[in-house]
Structure formats: structure tokens, C-alpha cells
């Protein structure tokens, strides 16, 4: 068998059957990582956008621990390089299924509607208006000047609010494609994934421009 690919057929130093389990349940080797495996199922979480970010939290802790390659290091070669790997899916698994928008766009990827990431299919010219009039704002805002970071404060919590509006809206239409199976409510989440996307950037420049304030 080759040792690189995780099958049903058996680990792939004892031969015992698997149960798709990164630890054989007979002799405890690493198994190789499946390279098809979505990362909702490496935490073996459903396709769902709404996601208790506790338990994402603690079966990314108790993986950690589990497969972490210091626990290894005294294994072969082969083995530690699986441990390796392992951890590597993980951190990629957990880093995009903790954060609403990378989340969101999995699911579109899952779902066959990958987001553009750009946002260069949004058409609506109000919305894109309204984008570089903050944008606009934010960058007249001297950092140095009284009452800046006051300014800044409240400019960051109308967005924040923003933001959780467009990810509880993301959610309702991620529940209902799901439920429903209507392509219509995926378009939705993709509209709104790429909309939420411009917020993360005006965040972004929010934060650069709140670090010239000391």
C-alpha cells in the first residue's frame, strides 16, 4: 500500500481496518491526512455556516494535543512527516472555519459559487458610492488632530455594526439554501460574502490608521 494516501483499506503500517481517524485505533500511528477531506469534516463538523465557535475551539485544542509532532519525534521518519502534515490540515482547517467571512467563503466554495474575493462582481453602484465615500472619510482623517481617535472609535463601531448585520444575514440565507436547496439564497450569501469583504478592508485601513495615533 502506499503510505502516502489515507483508504479504507487499512493503516498503513499494521494493516487494521480504519475509521477515518488521524490515529490508527490498533497500533496508534499517524495516518497520512486525506487531501480530499473538506475541513468541515476534520472537525467533524456539518456543512453549516452557523458554527459554536467553543467547540471549534475545543476539538481544535484537543487535535493539537493529539497530533501535535513533539509527541512524535521519537517515531520514524514517516510517521512524523504524517504528524507534520496532520497538523498542517488542522491550523488550515481552523483558521478558515473560524472567521465568518472565510467560513462563508468555504461554503460557497463547497457549494460550487466560489466568491470572487475581489468584489469585483458586485454591481451595485449605491453600495460601491457608499464604500468610497467611508473610504474617503477615513482617509481625510488626520491622526494627529484633536479628537481623531474619537472620530476613528465611532467610524470602527458603525462598521463593526455593519458587519454583524451583513453576517447575521449571511447566516439566514446559508440556513435557508441549506433547508431549501434554492440557488437563489446562495447567490444571496455570495453577494453578501463579497460585500462583507469590502467591510474587512475598510477595517483594515481603520486599523493602520488608529496605529498612527501613538
Known sequence: MDANRKTCQGCWTCRALLDQKPLCPSCGAVQPPNPEEDFFHVFGLDHLFDVDATVLEQVYQERQRQLHPDRFAGRPETERRFSVEQAAQIN???????????????????????????????????????????????????????????????????????????????????????????????????????????????????????????
Request: charged share 35%; proline share 4%.
Open 92 to 214: 488550515a482547517a481552523y483558521q478558515t472555519l473560524r472567521s465568518p467571512f472565510t467560513r462563508a467563503a468555504y461554503l460557497l466554495k463547497l457549494a460550487g459559487r466560489p466568491a470572487s474575493g475581489d468584489g469585483g462582481s458586485i454591481k451595485d453602484p449605491a453600495f460601491l458610492m457608499e464604500i468610497m465615500e467611508l473610504r474617503e472619510e477615513l482617509d481625510a482623517i488626520d491622526p494627529h488632530s484633536r479628537g481623531a481617535e474619537e472620530r476613528l472609535r465611532r467610524m470602527r463601531k458603525a462598521m463593526e455594526d455593519r458587519m454583524s448585520g451583513e453576517i447575521s444575514a449571511i447566516g439566514a440565507a446559508f440556513r435557508d439554501y441549506f433547508a431549501e436547496g434554492d440557488p437563489q439564497r446562495l447567490n444571496d450569501a455570495g453577494k453578501r460574502v463579497e460585500r462583507l469583504n469590502y467591510y474587512r478592508r475598510y477595517l483594515e485601513e481603520l486599523d493602520r490608521k488608529e496605529e498612527e495615533l501613538y
